[in-house]
T-cell receptor
Framework: GAVVSQHPSWVICKSGTSVKIECRSL??????MFWYRQFPKQSLMLMAT?????????EQGVEKDKFLINHASLTLSTLTVTSAHPEDSSFYIC??????????FGPGTRLTVT | KQEVTQIPAALSVPEGENLVLNCSFT??????LQWFRQDPGKGLTSLLL?????REQTSGRLNASLDKSSGRSTLYIAASQPGDSATYLC??????????FGQGTTLQVKP
């Protein structure tokens, strides 16, 4: 149980365009979802936390107008990278939890901006 | 500032050897600590979760310990195998739901 999926698994987009990444909890209701970013050879850094039906809480240094997070249902959260630039190229990983329990992680999405 | 540090950054051992990975954290007031495995280009696989009230957890050849007073955790891998080669990440939950990750230890087990 406790499976989290992400789509797409990898995406290439041109500089200036926007790209949406989906995170789904397949077999449980995710009251909270988290978005992390991982640059090459580095560890995961939390970007934002979202509770279903509420606005996301962003970590210091993360631009909320650039990384739009929507958590409209208990099984789906989306991260939209707006006006993407090459420096946004990274590995984006989501996780989901139910009422403060353990976080379950998705397989990640590799974003490359050309 | 709440930080998580892992030592060593990389480790190479021959197959069959027992090994220990270290994780240290700056604040003893934690909710839990978790060890993950990450294969290149992949997501995270949870290995062991230790709640604040626990001192250790075991799963197969893996044993994780937690000493909050000293701000340390260790992941012990017995009888290492080439399939254990991966990056091992330690993550600490200082604030409910907010995991802070260490930089990871990249392990290579040579056949």
């Amino acid at each position: 149980g406790a499976v989290v999926s992400q789509h797409p698994s990898w995406v290439i987009c041109k500089s200036g365009t926007s790209v949406k990444i989906e995170c789904r909890s397949l077999d449980f209701q995710a009251t909270t979802m988290f978005w992390y970013r991982q640059f090459p050879k580095q560890s995961l850094m939390l970007m934002a936390t979202s509770n279903e039906g509420s606005k996301a809480t962003y970590e210091q240094g993360v631009e909320k107008d650039k990384f739009l997070i929507n958590h409209a249902s208990l099984t789906l959260s989306t991260l939209t990278v707006t006006s993407a630039h090459p420096e946004d190229s990274s590995f984006y990983i989501c996780s989901a939890s139910f009422q403060g329990d353990e976080q379950y992680f998705g397989p990640g999405t590799r974003l490359t901006v050309t | 500032k709440q930080e998580v540090t892992q030592i060593p950054a990389a480790l190479s051992v021959p197959e069959g050897e027992n090994l220990v990975l270290n994780c240290s954290f700056t604040d003893s007031a934690i909710y839990n600590l978790q060890w993950f495995r990450q294969d290149p280009g992949k997501g995270l696989t949870s290995l062991l979760l230790i709640q604040s009230s626990q001192r250790e957890q075991t799963s197969g050849r893996l044993n994780a310990s937690l000493d909050k007073s000293s701000g340390r955790s260790t992941l012990y891998i017995a009888a290492s195998q080439p399939g254990d080669s991966a990056t091992y990440l330690c993550a600490v939950d200082f604030t409910p739901g907010k995991l802070i990750f260490g930089q990871g230890t990249t392990l290579q087990v040579k056949p």
